[in-house]
């Protein structure tokens, strides 16, 4: 399942991306980069992992990665560290199972 534009939008916003509309200037402010871009950053393993896994971390989450051969299917877990709250998702794509447990943090 892909997430919809306003999951995106949602989702790059709890991670400190902004949309802003500066003197008519309208875009996509990333935090390491001072300028601003026309759309979001596109949801890959990079981004995911320069933006988003430093925000579940500061929520205490810890993430685990596998790949089970048998199945043909990433899981990634998400363990918070003090309620032991426990997030997992399977997928055939690394990024998409990732990006969804990531968004049952972030929501």
């Known amino acids: 399942m892909k997430p919809t534009k306003g999951q995106k939008k949602e989702f790059w916003e709890r991670c400190g991306i902004q949309y802003t509309n500066h003197q008519g200037q309208e875009g996509w402010v990333r935090p390491d980069i001072d300028f601003a871009f026309s759309s979001p950053p596109p949801i890959t393993l990079d981004n995911l992992f320069k933006y ?17 051969w048998s199945e043909e299917l990433w899981q990634v877990d998400l363990l918070h560290f003090s309620t032991e709250k426990f997030i997992s998702k399977k997928d055939t794509e690394l990024v998409d199972a990732l990006y969804w447990a990531i968004w049952e943090v972030l929501k």
Do not use: G, L, S
Request: aromatic content about 24%; charged content about 30%.
């Open 52 to 68: 988003a896994i430093p925000e579940i971390i500061k929520r205490d989450y810890e993430p685990n990665i596998y790949y089970w």
